[in-house]
């Protein structure tokens, strides 16, 4: 397997559940991203990581939360979501934070009941 | 705050006629601008990036800091170009990127 792949593909969950998104990137680069897209609206970042600390929080609520094991895996953990935070969650890695070129994964589409 | 403007939600054009995607960003240092472009039922992948300065499945782009642009260029549009296209500036560590762009090419 090569490139960025995320799992799950398609997630359903109650606003009460607790799931996970994970990212997993096989090009060796040391930065990997979290972003939401939403209908209409402009891709969105949600947290950055380089080497495996956070660098970029961007005033996500706290029922998102990010984990970062190594360079090659990066996780979104959901807890208590609301049905606005329905979403495609696209994961993404650069081979350095200061690099431009963006590697996207194919997503994570996330319905919240 | 850095934003990048695309204004069309949806462009239609038949295959054959010169397309125009346009793409505006506010100015804020001197930013990288990219093309992404994402095919359907495939993943967000880079197009083009305003420093390499190529063509790309025909497609150019020119930066005009003076307007603050960015738009993305094909003189003839092909079925297979029908996707959507995202314009995004890279500054300060940053990705910020458009609502995107719906290109459909008619045959």
């Known amino acids: 397997e090569t490139g960025v792949t995320q799992t799950p593909r398609h997630l359903v969950m109650g606003m009460t559940n607790k799931k996970s998104l994970k990212c997993e990137q096989h090009?060796?680069?040391?930065?990997m991203y979290w972003y939401k897209q939403s209908a209409k609206k402009p891709l969105e970042l949600m947290f950055v990581y380089s080497l495996e600390e956070r660098v970029e929080n961007n005033s996500v609520p706290s029922r998102f939360s990010p984990e970062c094991p190594n360079s090659s895996h990066l996780f979104l953990h959901l807890h208590t979501l609301q049905p606005e935070d329905s979403a495609l969650y696209l994961c993404?890695?650069?081979?350095?934070?200061?690099?431009?070129?963006?590697?996207f994964g194919e997503g994570s589409r996330l319905t919240v009941l | 705050a850095q934003r990048v403007t695309q204004p069309e939600k949806l462009l239609s054009v038949f295959k054959g006629a010169p397309v125009e995607l346009k793409c505006n960003y506010s100015y804020s240092g001197s930013p990288e601008l990219f093309w992404y472009v994402q095919y359907s039922r495939q993943r967000l992948q880079l197009l083009l990036r305003h420093i390499s300065r190529e063509s790309i499945k025909g497609f150019t782009a020119d930066l005009n800091k003076g307007e603050t642009s960015f738009h993305l260029k094909k003189p003839f549009a092909q079925e297979e170009d029908s996707a959507m296209y995202y314009c995004?500036?890279?500054?300060?560590?940053?990705?910020?990127f458009g609502s995107g762009t719906k290109l459909n090419v008619k045959p």
């Open positions: 995004a500036s890279y500054n300060f560590n940053k990705f910020y």
């Open positions: 090009l060796g680069h040391n930065a």
């Open positions: 993404a890695s650069s081979q350095d934070l200061g690099t431009g070129e963006l590697f």
